[in-house]
Nanobody
Framework: QVQLVESGGGLVQPGGSLKLTCVAS????????MGWSRQAPGRQREWVAS???????NYGDSMKGRFTISRDNSKNTIYLQINSLKPEDTAVYYC??????????WGRGTQVTVSS
């Protein structure tokens, strides 16, 4: 089992930045990849970005440019830096992970609200 805890969300003005944090605990050594997804009100959850255990990063097509995913293996933590925030970035951002048996784990999410 893997537990994921997100933090760093909040209310931000358009054009601002946020850095989200996800700390993993449990069976960390079994993880193949970790990443972020988001779900806006009334919309389906969409994939934002992921990073594999060897550091390879991937982004959703609409996420390239303003989103940066990174990881700190020493802290079992991944981050999501979001720049130039737009109102349409308003969503609950979820941390997720995939282990070597292809089990998926999800955190409870952190709310990001972009509004003036």
């Amino acid at each position: 089992q893997v537990q994921l805890v997100e933090s760093g969300g909040g209310l931000v003005q358009p054009g601002g930045s946020l850095k989200l944090t996800c700390v993993a605990s449990g069976s960390i050594s079994s993880l193949l990849a970790m990443g972020w997804s988001r779900q806006a009100p009334g919309r389906q959850r969409e994939w934002v970005a992921s990073v594999t255990s060897n550091g390879t990063t991937n982004y959703g097509d609409s996420m390239k440019g303003r989103f940066t995913i990174s990881r700190d293996n020493s802290k079992n933590t991944i981050y999501l830096q979001i720049n130039s925030l737009k109102p349409e970035d308003t969503a609950v951002y979820y941390c997720n992970s995939l282990d070597n048996e292809l089990n998926a784990f999800w955190g409870r999410g952190t709310q990001v609200t972009v509004s003036s």
